[in-house]
């Protein structure tokens, strides 16, 4: 007798996504990936979503839908 199991990793696949404004830049579009990571115009900041974004507020952009 042959028993297979198959298993599902796969992340959520949903991507959230804001638009940021600050007086040094225009309107930008950061996204949360299903990796956590913010993305800005397509590319992998490398860095957590919510730790990008509260940086971005810090250094005074307003961030939001």
């Known amino acids: 007798m042959t028993t297979s199991l198959f298993l599902s990793c796969k992340k959520e696949d949903s991507v959230t996504c804001i638009t940021c ?25 490398g860095t957590n979503y919510d730790v990008y974004i509260t940086g971005l507020e810090e250094a005074g952009a307003t961030c939001g839908n």
């Open 21 to 45: 404004n600050s007086p040094q830049t225009t309107s930008f579009e950061v996204c949360r990936e299903s990796s956590g990571n913010a993305f800005v115009n397509g590319e992998n900041t």
